[in-house]
């Protein structure tokens, strides 16, 4: 009987969308509906993941409702940053573009406020007749270590430098890389409660265990924010609407105006695509796909490493901030995301990563040593589905195991216990962070 139990509990937990679950492991397996969507939710998630995939272009066009690209952007659709509906990765060249990479850019001293004339993110596209504002070389530095057991590793750490700057002298600089994540998922982190994600915070540290997250209150809205590397978006048509006004350079209802300086006024005469150029329906509906898009199952589930893998991650207190287990509330327009369990290994919750991983530049209320604890949900499967496994924030691991020694800040104690596991139970552990 207490082995039953114990695959009974194991079963759940490989369920890690809850009711959004589907059994996949192939390259299309962040691209699937949730289980159970009515016709109508159907339709909608098709209408919107055509407007996900389909290309933005120049306005003005016969493509009517998707003209209005630009006239400065990063990639001209949102699959081109969430290819599949999987992970971005940083360039494999210099001079490589559109492969989900941004980088935000803020004079230097100031905390994150945006630059004078190259405002909040640089764009490294244009449409014709329009000149970019600069490309992004990333230059790597090495941070050799060393595990307890003598074993050598290697970090990478980036050193982005703005090249050909388009609309003069940026001045002292400071820039912060950004890749985008897989999007699956997104209609369960929207559905849990913001009094949950509060009351989970633990700002003071009042239990004494060194981890002090805390909710993102967003203001003017006072939402809790969940999307985003800082949690910066509470709801999912607050999180597109901002990706196509910085990324694409399309306006919405949120951003009525063209994300341009007054330095970029000879960019400002191009053609518009309307006016917003993308409606408050179409909106709706990529929110939709975003909000029924499906969590793949864990794979491996019971077998003998991954099982000693799962304990060693609770052990190793990666569990205060990758917290296994969440439940929705009951506001969520789908039926099956009211009152679900789910499993997506994040508390949503703002930490101090320390140093090493620090941008030093404000977003919001979050400080530049903090970042959201992202959903390990289908961390296994971005190889599979992307062809990469480059992972953190700015893509600077290479590997899961780099990304575990990076961590600092709150999670140093966790990232200590790693790196004085033995080979045995280290190989468990990635073992099963990849069966996620």
Not at 179 to 185: F, L, T, Y
Not at 260 to 275: E, H, I, V
Not at 292 to 314: C, K, Y
Request: charged share 20%.
């Amino acid at each position: 009987m207490i082995v039953a139990a114990a695959l009974l509990v194991v079963g759940e937990l490989s369920r890690l969308g809850g009711p959004a679950t589907v059994a996949a492991d192939g390259t299309n397996a962040f691209s699937l509906p949730m289980p159970g969507l009515a016709a109508e939710e159907r339709r909608a998630f098709s209408v919107g993941n055509s407007l996900f995939r389909d290309n933005w272009v120049v306005a003005p066009a016969s493509a009517e409702g998707r003209d209005g690209l630009g006239p400065l952007f990063n990639a001209n659709s949102c699959s081109a940053c969430h290819q599949e509906d999987g992970r971005g990765r940083p360039p494999a060249s210099t001079g490589e573009v559109g492969v989900g990479m941004v980088v935000f850019i803020s004079p230097r001293g100031t905390d994150g406020a945006p630059h004078p004339v190259y405002g909040k993110q640089v764009q490294d596209q244009s449409i014709p007749g329009t000149r970019p504002e600069a490309t992004i070389d990333l230059r790597p530095e090495i941070v050799p270590g060393r595990l307890a057991d003598g074993t050598p590793f290697e970090l990478v750490r980036w050193n982005p430098v703005l090249r050909d700057p388009a609309y003069g002298p940026p001045g002292e600089i400071r820039l912060s890389v950004r890749v985008g994540p897989q999007v699956i998922g997104g209609g369960l982190l929207e559905a849990v409660d913001d009094a949950s994600l509060v009351t989970a915070g633990d700002p003071d540290d009042r239990d004494g265990d060194g981890i002090s997250g805390r909710a993102h209150r967003i203001a003017g809205s006072g939402r809790i924010g969940r999307f985003g590397w800082k949690a910066t978006q509470a709801t999912l048509e607050g999180q597109v609407m901002a990706a196509l006004h910085e990324d694409i350079g399309i306006t919405s209802t949120a951003h009525p105006a063209e994300a341009l300086t007054s330095s970029q006024a000879d960019a400002a005469r191009a053609p518009s695509g309307g006016s917003p150029e993308i409606d408050a329906h179409k909106v709706a509906r990529i929110a939709q796909y975003c909000r029924t898009l499906a969590v793949p199952a864990q794979r491996g589930a019971g077998t003998p490493e991954v099982e000693r893998g799962r304990q060693l991650f609770v052990d190793t207190g990666c569990t205060s901030c990758h917290a296994p287990t969440l439940v929705t509330g009951n506001r969520s327009p789908i039926a099956a995301l009211r009152g679900a369990v789910f499993h997506p290994y994040t508390d949503l919750l703002l930490h101090d990563m320390g140093d090493g991983l620090a941008d030093d530049r404000r977003d919001g209320d979050a400080t530049g040593r903090e970042w959201r604890t992202p959903p390990l949900w289908g961390i296994g499967l971005v190889e599979t589905v992307n062809g990469h496994t480059r992972f953190l924030h700015d893509g600077r691991a290479r590997n899961i195991e780099e990304a575990v020694l990076w961590h600092g800040g709150e999670a140093q104690r966790s990232r200590d216990a790693y790196a004085r596991m033995p080979a045995t139970e280290r190989r468990a552990l990635l073992a099963f962070l990849n069966s996620l």
